[in-house]
T-cell receptor, first 110, second 116 residues
């Protein structure tokens, strides 16, 4: 079992819809959870981080964390074609090193 | 500069040669990380420096890989006797190095290494 699992996709949504990206992790000791966006040929850029159960909203983005279910998600409201990218889920188990999932490809169709 | 910088942006080398990759972290960031991303693969942790503490080398794939950080700032990742499987994008990141809950890592543009 991988430490961080994501559906590779691609996830296709129409412009204006809500995109829902999901991630599960295996280690209950994981402390912090991050969502990065990576455009093709570019380096990852941080979108959001969350470390408490519940929801955290930032503009069109909402991160949701459920530690009991070992599940973290990212919702993108009013999806735009510019949101098309690979979304990487990452967790910190101990220390400060990130463990990444393989990423989910999101395609927003206009 | 405002962000993490890396050099070179691209490196093509022959199998068996040594290469050095450089990373300049964001000013004031005490933590520095190296990751690599192979084609179609996720990011793989390599090594982590935090202040003056001993680095966490647990992700280095073999003893051909080493890294140092001089003066708590610039870091160099060295790969000796390169192999074709070393071909990847090598990414450097830095953070304020605070508690994990606040450890936002910012990535540089990466160095694309191609071993022929």
């Amino acid at each position: 079992q991988k430490e961080v699992e994501q559906n590779s996709g691609p996830l296709s949504v129409p412009e204006g819809a809500i995109a829902s990206l999901n991630c599960t992790y295996s280690d209950r000791g994981s402390q912090s959870f991050f969502w990065y966006r990576q455009y093709s040929g570019k380096s990852p850029e941080l979108i959001m981080f969350i470390y408490s159960n519940g929801d955290k909203e930032d503009g069109r983005f909402t991160a949701q964390l459920n530690k009991a279910s070992q599940y973290v998600s990212l919702l993108i409201r009013d999806s735009q074609p510019s949101d098309s990218a690979t979304y990487l889920c990452a967790v910190i188990r101990y220390g400060n090193k990130l463990v990444f999932g393989a990423g989910t490809i999101l395609r927003v169709k206009s | 500069g405002a962000g993490v910088s890396q050099s070179p942006s691209n490196k093509v080398t022959e199998k068996g040669k040594d290469v050095e990759l450089r990373c300049d972290p964001i000013s004031g960031h005490t933590a520095l990380y190296w990751y690599r991303q192979s084609l179609g693969q996720g990011l793989e942790f390599l090594i982590y420096f935090q202040g003056n503490s001993a680095p966490d080398k647990s992700g280095l794939p073999s003893d051909r890989f080493s890294a140092e950080r001089t003066g708590g700032s610039v870091s160099t990742l060295t790969i000796q006797r390169t192999q074709q499987e070393d071909s990847a994008v090598y990414l450097c990141a830095s953070s304020l190095g605070l508690a994990p809950s606040y450890n936002e890592q910012f990535f540089g543009p990466g160095t694309r290494l191609t071993v022929l």
